[in-house]
C-alpha cells in the first residue's frame, strides 16, 4: 500500500481527518495553551511521530524539561524530519517548525537560551501536534 502525499492533501481532506483543535495547531499554526498537552510532563519512552501523518519526528532521548509549558525537544529525529521557516507573526521573527512530510505546524524552535543540552536549541511542540509510539528507543 502506498502512503498518501499529504503535501497535496485539500483543507476538506485535513478537516475530515482532525479534531477541530488538531486542525487549528496543524494547520492553521495555532498554540496549544501551555501546561494542558499530554505530553508536557511524560518520560514514556519511544518515539513522536506527527499526529497529522504519522511521520517519526523526535524521540524520547532528546526530550528535556525546559519548564515552559510544552514538550522540549534537543534535536530532531533526522535533519530532515523536519522543515525550519521563518516566522514573523505576532510582531517578532521566530523559527517555526513544520513536518517535512506533511507540512503540519509543529511548534518553534529556539537557540542559545542556555539549557544543558547538546545542540543548545529548544524545539518547542504542541502535544497536539504528536503522537507517541512507547517502545524502548536505541541511545
Not at 61 to 90: M, Q, V, Y
Request: glycine letters at 8%.
Amino acid at each position: 500500500m502506498t502512503q498518501p502525499n499529504f503535501l497535496n492533501w485539500t483543507e476538506d481532506q485535513w478537516r475530515a481527518k482532525l479534531s477541530d483543535e488538531e486542525y487549528a495547531v496543524l494547520r492553521q499554526a495555532a498554540t496549544e495553551r501551555p501546561g494542558t498537552g499530554e505530553y508536557v510532563d511524560t518520560e514514556t519512552e519511544g518515539i513522536y511521530r506527527c499526529r497529522a501523518c504519522g511521520a517519526e519526528l523526535f524521540r524520547s532521548t532528546e526530550k528535556f524539561d525546559a519548564h515552559c509549558g510544552w514538550p522540549s525537544f534537543f534535536s530532531p529525529l533526522a535533519g530532515n524530519s523536519i522543515i525550519e521557516r521563518e516566522d514573523r507573526s505576532l510582531g517578532m521573527v521566530r523559527t517555526e517548525v513544520l513536518c517535512a512530510n506533511c507540512g503540519s505546524h509543529l511548534g518553534h524552535v529556539f537557540a542559545g537560551e542556555g539549557f544543558d543540552t547538546p545542540t543548545d536549541l529548544r524545539y518547542c511542540i504542541n502535544s497536539v501536534s504528536l503522537t507517541l509510539d512507547e517502545k524502548p528507543v536505541e541511545r
